[in-house]
């Protein structure tokens, strides 16, 4: 007996969630197809690919968490979006920031394990530096949890931020953070 899996949900309010194992010309066909896109799931989609995100431009919320194929050139087709989860992406660099601006809501967490050395599991590490935050000024909600390059000179793109989540980033000192009185911070 075969198992019958959608290869796509959607709710009335024009979000749409879709399979892991979607391919890149099936996601592109559909999307295209689609008039009233307002949010994509496609976190875990390993199969999609930079060339999908032409479809994507105008979109409010986007989820490609885990999505390792996705590199810089996919965020250009991005900007003026809302929120987006970028977490373990990690061929995701500072540069693609550029696309971000005016963010309101950003995750890109990166705790994982891809490697086990000397009897130990080793996290992947992020590219993303402290240059990356010079484009996200204004953000209002951010989770860098575990970025690991990430220090105090990023906190100074961030005045009036209201949400940041930094639990595993030990390069940023209490110091900084009394320079966001008005932040709710995670650490």
Excluded: W
């Amino acid at each position: 007996m075969y198992k019958i899996i959608p290869i796509y949900t959607c709710n009335e309010s024009g979000s749409y969630s879709f399979s892991k194992n979607i391919s890149n010309e099936i996601f592109i066909e559909i999307i295209k197809s689609l008039t009233d896109v307002n949010t994509v799931n496609i976190s875990d989609c390993q199969y999609i690919s930079d060339s999908a995100f032409e479809y994507l431009k105008g979109i409010h919320t986007l989820d490609m968490s885990r999505c390792f194929q996705i590199t810089n050139s996919a965020l250009k087709y991005l900007e003026g979006i809302h929120t987006l989860n970028i977490s373990f992406c990690f061929n995701i660099t500072d540069e693609a920031f550029k696309h971000l601006k005016g963010i309101h809501t950003l995750y890109m967490s990166n705790f994982i394990f891809d490697k086990i050395e000397a009897g130990c599991l080793q996290p992947c590490e992020s590219q993303i530096t402290d240059t990356a935050f010079e484009y996200l000024k204004g953000i209002q909600k951010l989770d860098i949890s575990y970025c690991k390059n990430i220090t105090d000179n990023a906190l100074i793109n961030l005045i009036g931020i209201k949400n940041l989540n930094m639990i595993g980033c030990p390069q940023i000192s209490d110091k900084a953070l009394e320079k966001l009185p008005e932040c709710i911070i995670f650490k």
